[in-house]
């Protein structure tokens, strides 16, 4: 019975129920929206450290994250390859420059320079044309999410950056960058031409060490012949450009908190609607108490309505969250939604409603019985 | 020679032949308030109820009768003074061990009947024996059973909203019963009535208090209930001041009903 009170309770005011609702709504939605964000956020980041083969990433001194690096010069590439467990070492090329599109102005682009034979890093996620296609001159690969943005319709457009001329040769999906600037694939000899970088510079030496191979050691020893650069693990690198982009620009930070306040917020509403229903339904729980109940079944009619407002403005928010999600998946700012991330939001919406339950509760606790009375 | 005399000194416990005191209480205070606005609404008071019996407690508006039925019914506790339901003292009892005496033990019966509006009447019923932890289809044949009993077997699935303030009343009768307690206790169960749905239920309470286990006390200050009486207390500024047993000379139900017919013919 304490469930069907519950839901009678709860769906006797429809407006109240809508308030609630509503106010659940908005902080899931919120929630999802920001932590969503954090996540593609995320995703975007490490994407090219995840993507790019090497266990070790050699790297100008101080590097900050994945965009912006200073060069280093081309031949650490063979001190890393001259040390005992490396197996491969495959130089990479990245940097800010500026694309010329051709129906005039430009914008920033990070050009992207690996060799695939060398199996540095390559595209993924090629819907249109091949790898094999950056033979050719002048070919560059981008991501079909910033064709408009290039100014430029599909493959076989062409365009300039710096004072050569590319051409487009496959399409790319999903390949985005957190700081909105397109990513343009080629060969490492075209990217040091569009970006003109001397032929004895690179940025990166991606260093994949032996199965087996005690990675540490592999990395003291690069370090010690190559004391002016830093050498990374995957992982390091991974962290250290999350904290730049998520955490040193604030980005991160305005994410997180832009939930907590959804969370906030949500509370306040259903604590507010739970608070008022209960104030509406005093003198039936003084009955309930007249006729004898525990007062920890009248915890659980509130509890329950509490609960059921949870499901309910889950299942709405969640719909509505999705929705927000596949419509944000072809922009260049993606809503990830996962399984861990659906199942956090449930916990925090459950969590909500409890919290909001503990004013209702506290004010059935102060109920004087004798109010079952008429005097 | 001991028995006699203690009964002589507490006349209001001696239970007539075959019944028994299920509820005694001695002595009891009450004061409400505080500070300046403090009122000694109970001045000692002591009773006892006898099972197979309707107890009218009687008197002018504000005398204490509906502070009395809070303390009976273990809702309120008396600042001094000691109360005994169903063979328990509950002096000391944390208020969830008076929830668990009163859900066992005793019954209500409120003016406005103070049923559930999203209930149906079988519900609101159920929910006596409910939280008690009596669930399933046991309660709900229990509860119907109560609710034929009290000539409701047709509005089972009414909502206290499509029931006139009589049929509420009823559903608040067999709320009361079902979980067969030892004391029922109504305070002012007629007051919202007409006098036609008054005396049904007063005659439906008489009727339950014939149960040789169960005791039967009404609150009330309406004449018409008077036939329908066992025994009356009277009550005046807090203190018991009158106790009738229904003698040859008190017109009996029946009687009542009689001159009602007669007067309705003439
Ligand atoms: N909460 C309260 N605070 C102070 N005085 C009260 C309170 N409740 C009742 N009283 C007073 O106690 C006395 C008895 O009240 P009550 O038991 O309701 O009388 P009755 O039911 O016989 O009309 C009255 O004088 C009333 O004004
Ligand atoms: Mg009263």
Redesign the interface.
């Given at each position: 019975?304490?469930l069907?009170?519950a839901f009678?309770?709860l769906f006797?005011d429809r407006v109240r129920l809508a308030v609630t609702l509503v106010g659940i709504l908005f902080s899931i939605v919120l929630v999802a929206v920001q932590l969503g964000l954090y996540l593609g956020a995320r995703g975007m980041i490490i994407s090219m450290i995840d993507r790019a083969d090497g266990d070790l990433w050699i790297m100008a001194y101080g590097t900050k994250n994945f965009e912006e690096a200073q060069p280093i010069r081309a031949r650490e590439r063979y001190v890393a390859l001259a040390t005992p467990g490396v197996v491969s070492a495959v130089p990479l090329v990245t940097a800010f420059t500026d694309w010329r599109k051709p129906t005039g102005g430009s914008t920033l682009v990070v050009v992207i320079g690996a060799d695939h034979e060398d199996g540095g890093l390559a595209p993924w996620n090629i819907v249109e044309g091949s790898v094999t296609g950056l033979g050719v001159r002048d070919a560059v690969i981008v991501d079909k999410t910033y064709l408009a943005e290039l100014g430029i319709k599909g493959v076989g457009d062409t365009a300039q950056v710096g004072s050569s001329r590319v051409r487009v040769v496959g399409l790319t999906e999903g390949i985005r960058s957190f700081t909105v600037t397109p990513f343009i694939f080629t060969t490492l000899n075209r990217a040091r031409s569009l970006i003109d970088m001397p032929a004895d510079n690179i940025t990166y030496v991606l260093t994949k060490v032996a199965p087996g191979a005690d990675i540490e050691k592999v990395r003291a020893d690069i370090r010690a012949k190559l004391p002016d650069s830093e050498v990374l693990t995957k992982a390091e690198f991974r962290t250290r450009s999350l904290n730049h982009w998520l955490f040193a620009t604030g980005a991160g930070v305005a994410l997180i908190g832009g939930a907590v306040l959804g969370l906030i917020v949500g509370t306040v509403i259903v604590a507010q609607t739970l608070y008022s229903s209960t104030k509406d339904h005093l003198?039936?729980f003084a009955?309930?108490?007249?006729?004898?109940?525990?007062?920890g079944?009248i915890h659980k009619v509130i509890l329950m309505q509490a609960g059921l407002s949870a499901v309910l403005g889950y299942v709405l928010g969640m719909a509505i969250a999705l929705t927000i999600v596949y419509l944000s998946e072809h922009t260049a700012l993606p809503i990830v939604m996962s399984p861990g991330l659906a199942a956090l939001l449930l916990g925090l919406t459950f969590a909500m409603c409890a919290i909001s339950a503990l004013s209702a509760i506290g004010k059935v606790m102060r109920i004087d019985?004798?109010m079952?009375?008429?005097? | 020679m001991t028995a006699i005399a203690t009964v002589q000194e507490t006349p209001a416990t001696a239970a007539p032949a075959g019944t028994s005191v299920v509820l005694e209480a001695t002595d009891i205070v009450k004061e409400l308030g505080h500070g300046a606005g403090k009122v000694r609404a109970l001045k000692g008071v002591s009773l006892a109820l006898n099972t197979g019996e309707l107890t009218l407690l009687m008197g002018p508006s504000g005398s204490g009768k509906?502070t009395l039925?809070?303390i009976l019914?273990c809702?309120?506790s008396p600042t001094s003074g000691t109360l005994t339901v169903a063979g328990k003292p509950t002096t000391g009892l944390t208020?969830?061990a008076l929830?668990?005496?009163?859900?066992?033990h005793?019954g209500?019966i409120?003016?406005?009947y103070?049923l559930?509006?999203?209930?149906t009447a079988e519900?609101n019923v159920?929910?006596?024996l409910?939280?008690?932890g009596d669930?399933g289809s046991d309660a709900i044949v229990h509860a119907q059973r109560a609710l034929h009993h009290v000539g409701l077997r047709h509005k089972l699935k009414s909502y206290p909203a499509n029931l006139s303030g009589g049929e509420q009343q009823r559903v608040a009768v067999a709320?009361s019963l079902v979980g067969a307690p030892s004391v029922i206790l109504a305070?002012?169960p007629t007051?919202a009535l007409d006098s036609e749905n008054g005396l049904a239920v007063m005659a439906l309470l008489s009727q339950i208090a014939k149960d040789k286990s169960r005791a039967v006390l009404a609150v009330t200050h309406d004449p018409r209930t008077v036939p329908f009486a066992d025994r009356i207390l009277r009550i005046e500024d807090g203190l018991i001041v009158g106790e009738e047993r229904r003698t040859e000379g008190v017109e009996t139900v029946h009687e009542l009903a009689r001159n009602r017919k007669r007067k309705a013919n003439a």
């Open positions: 019975m304490t069907t009170l009678r309770n006797h003198s039936e009955t309930l108490r007249a006729l004898g109940s525990s007062s079944y019985p004798a079952v009375f008429n005097r | 509906t039925l809070s019914g809702i309120l208020p969830e929830a668990s005496l009163r859900r066992r005793v209500f409120f003016q406005s103070n559930f509006p999203t209930l519900e159920r929910l006596a409910d939280v008690r669930r709320r305070d002012e007051a």
